[in-house]
């Protein structure tokens, strides 16, 4: 029995530092820092015109534009990261759509305001913590939510933009994140501003 306890210790150790490993990844992916790529799992079609490209998802429908030398990933259905270019000390500016069925389809919400305002509650109790603003606005000629924020991580000093909006004709919510270190956030303002304003739901590309 003394031998078979004595095996078992690397086999272990080994499950720790799996589950370290796990955990390191899930806490990275909050913030947007990606390790690891699922590029050829990407279903979407890119078109380059003047330094930009449009994503379209195949199976959501929705479409963005963002910049030519962004990275495109899709870690699962209705889950998209752009990865912008990383700086001196490895961090990656990205911006994430979420998309979220409503209550009535099994969702957790039944407005992008819920959304909005339960994802404020949750961000409110996180450590270091600053509300920025909090702020009416539209997105695809939705009305929309946008919660601008500053915390940091791994003492990085961070700043991200949430912007939630419903679409009227499938009634999908959208959670459109953009995550910079303070410092990178004004430099990449323009490829989040971007991706909103060129944002479309599922309806508008049908019918192109």
Same mark, same amino acid.
């Given at each position: 029995?003394?031998?078979?306890?004595?095996?078992?210790?690397?086999?272990?150790?080994?499950?720790?530092?799996?589950?370290?490993?796990?955990?390191?990844?899930?806490?990275?992916?909050?913030?947007?820092?990606?390790?690891?790529?699922?590029?050829?799992?990407?279903?979407?079609?890119?078109?380059?015109?003047?330094?930009?490209?449009?994503?379209?998802?195949? @199976? &959501?429908?929705?479409?963005? /534009?963002? %910049? $030519?030398?962004?990275? =495109?990933?899709?870690?699962?259905?209705?889950?998209?990261? !752009?990865?912008?270019?990383?700086?001196?000390?490895?961090?990656?500016? @990205? &911006?994430?759509?979420?998309? /979220?069925? %409503? $209550?009535?389809?099994? =969702?957790?919400?039944?407005?992008?305001?819920?959304?909005? !305002?339960?994802?404020?509650?949750?961000?409110?109790?996180?450590?270091?913590?600053?509300?920025?603003?909090?702020?009416?606005?539209?997105?695809?000629?939705?009305?929309?939510?946008?919660?601008?924020?500053?915390?940091?991580?791994?003492?990085?000093?961070?700043?991200?933009?949430?912007?939630?909006?419903?679409?009227?004709?499938?009634?999908?919510?959208?959670?459109?994140?953009?995550?910079?270190?303070?410092?990178?956030?004004?430099?990449?303002?323009?490829?989040?501003?971007?991706?909103?304003?060129?944002?479309?739901?599922?309806?508008?590309?049908?019918?192109?």
């Amino acid at each position: 029995m003394a031998e078979e306890k004595s095996e078992s210790k690397p086999y272990i150790g080994t499950l720790l530092i799996i589950g370290l490993f796990v955990v390191a990844i899930v806490s990275a992916g909050y913030i947007g820092y990606w390790l690891g790529t699922h590029e050829e799992h990407l279903s979407s079609k890119d078109v380059l015109a003047q330094g930009w490209r449009t994503y379209i998802d195949q @199976n &959501i429908g929705f479409s963005l /534009m963002y %910049p $030519a030398n962004w990275s =495109g990933e899709i870690a699962k259905e209705g889950y998209l990261l !752009l990865k912008g270019p990383a700086d001196e000390l490895g961090h990656v500016p @990205n &911006i994430i759509v979420q998309v /979220m069925l %409503p $209550a009535s389809a099994g =969702g957790n919400y039944s407005s992008y305001e819920d959304a909005a !305002l339960d994802t404020l509650n949750q961000l409110k109790i996180r450590a270091n913590y600053s509300l920025v603003s909090y702020t009416q606005t539209t997105v695809s000629n939705e009305s929309a939510r946008e919660i601008v924020c500053s915390y940091s991580f791994n003492r990085v000093p961070l700043k991200q933009s949430r912007i939630f909006f419903q679409d009227s004709n499938t009634s999908y919510i959208y959670m459109v994140i953009y995550t910079a270190t303070e410092e990178n956030y004004p430099e990449y303002i323009e490829a989040y501003g971007k991706a909103k304003e060129t944002f479309n739901c599922p309806e508008v590309i049908k019918h192109e």
